[in-house]
């Protein structure tokens, strides 16, 4: 797939094909994308919203895209960009709310119609939302992705034994509060 | 030695505990989308991402008029403060002038009632004054 991406680069910067090709690129990346995003704010309309302001990003900013990582990881950025972001604006807004914005979050997840976990898995969210925004991040690029270190830090501008170090945290974490 | 092997043991045992327990979640994510929600996900965001450089246009051209009018503004404001500075230094110097000839005009009339009274001086003789001023018993 990664190859199919890198080939539309022509086309997009030009202008006389761009719709053409950015309709390909979100027909091969739509769900990768929405669901490292997904992962990241964990409920459906968030997703949805950060997806499509983050392809509007894309569409905006294709023109100086200058080739010096793979298109896929630059959409990849840029889609963590959008969901920490807001995160952040969603945790400012909820300053003066009574809960903390991590209780808010496995409350909305939980309420959330399109959240289909078994008991084990709503300990297992919950566990991960208890990790900082970043190694939260790097936990489920890791686990649920399988992504490799390389691809992981081209993606968050972070070091490959940074990441090793912080997803080993966060699986010593997680495991704290799964067993209690 | 048997305590701190006793130790490791059940520290290990912990572990790989705690291991089997993370391996147990299943790692496909539990959420789902709606139903359909990739479908046609492509022509719903380049119709947004045409109304978005329609209204990006537009508000392109509003702040370019905007942008105009403000410098009408400025413009239009320059002109009317020379307009007003010109006006007030005519003003000034039409009120200046009319001051400048009236004070000529009153020199000018003061000028002629000196003369008159220095052509009567003139026309009367000593005696005609001191005999005036005798008759009005200035002397007494």
Known sequence: MDNEIEKLVPSLQNPKTRERAFSELMRLTKRALYWHIRKIVLVHEDADDVLQNTYIKVWRSIESFKGECQLYTWMYRIATNESLTFLAQQRARNVSAPLD????????????????????????????????????????????????????????????????????????????IITG | MIKLLVIHCVKNAKI???????????????????????????????????AEEVSAERHHVEQLNSHRHRVLRLAISGVAAVALLVIGIYTVIGYQNSVNAQAEQIIAATSDEDAYYDEVNDALDTEEIEEALAQLNFYE
């Not at chain 1, 300990?123 to 991040?137: C, D, G, S, V, Y």
Request: glycine residues 4%.
């Open chain 2, 16 to 50: 790989q505990e705690m291991e089997t327990e993370l391996e147990n979640v299943n790692r496909k994510l539990p959420f789902e989308t709606p139903d359909g929600y990739f479908d046609g996900f492509e022509e719903k965001m380049m119709n947004r991402i045409h």
């Open chain 1, 101 to 176: 914005y991590e209780d808010l979050m496995i409350q909305r997840m939980e309420a959330d119609s399109y959240f289909d976990g078994d008991e084990l898995q709503k300990r297992f969210q919950e566990a991960i939302m208890t990790l900082p925004e970043k190694q939260r991040m790097v936990f489920n690029m890791r686990y649920f992705d399988e992504m490799e270190y390389k691809e992981m830090s081209e993606i968050t501008g972070t070091s490959e034994g940074a990441l090793k170090a912080s997803y080993h945290i966060a699986v010593e974490k997680i495991k704290k």
